[in-house]
């Protein structure tokens, strides 16, 4: 009897640290909207969400890490690499995507984020792994799909997709230099990614 009660405290206690760990994920995400990343301090944090500092502190050692899971919780979700029968039709998917999301509420936090990574080493490293690490799978795959369709080498380095793709879509938001339309899709696809990726 004992046991069964102690077994049913853990899971209660696993359940409540599980809502307020996204209770806090939550509130971190609300405060990147509201004031961004250099603005936002581990006190704001606690009140937003209603926790204690040392109950933060014990989930996440610093604000990157805590930052980097939260984005990757709320913004985070997995994506499927494109199959619709070409590379030219899975990187328009690809890029379609990726501007649909940045121009979202949620793209306007990851651009803040990732423009202050430019000058947090710490902050850099953990983004990368959270948010950009695990979509090289999907790099990966779209590239193996277009090497087996004979369209591109097998050696063709995945990485490529997401170099493009990030830094053109970094670029025009931070320097505003127009929308992320059919027009720059295609631009991006059809004189960038292509080129790039069936040069020999």
């Known amino acids: ?3 069964r009660v102690a077994e049913q405290s853990t899971v209660v206690e ?3 640290g599980g ?11 609300e405060l990147l909207a509201e004031v961004g990343y250099d603005r936002m301090t581990m006190d704001a944090i606690a009140a937003q969400a209603k926790a204690g500092k040392s109950t933060i502190y014990r989930m996440w050692p610093d604000k990157p890490k805590l930052v980097a899971e939260a984005l990757k919780t709320h913004f985070g979700a997995e994506v499927e690499a ?3 029968g070409s590379l030219r039709g899975d990187l328009m998917a690809l890029m379609e995507s990726a501007c649909k999301m940045i121009d979202s509420e ?5 651009v803040g984020v990732v423009t202050a990574a ?7 490293q953990v983004l990368n792994q959270a948010m950009f690490a695990d979509k090289e799978k999907v790099y990966a795959e779209l590239v193996r799909n277009a090497a087996a369709r004979g369209e591109i080498r097998a050696d063709t380095d995945p990485i490529i997709v997401h170099d493009v793709i990030h830094s053109m879509i970094s670029g025009r938001r931070l320097w505003n230099r127009g929308p992320l339309d059919d027009e720059f899709v295609r631009y991006v696809v059809d004189d960038l990614l292509i080129p790039a990726l069936t040069f020999r």
Do not use: S
């Open 1 to 3: 009897m004992a046991e």
């Open 14 to 16: 696993t359940a409540n």
């Open 19 to 29: 809502d307020r760990r996204a209770t806090i994920c939550k509130a971190v995400c």
């Open 82 to 84: 494109p199959d619709t």
């Open 106 to 110: 949620a793209g306007e936090v990851i």
């Open 118 to 124: 430019a000058h947090d080493a710490e902050l850099a």
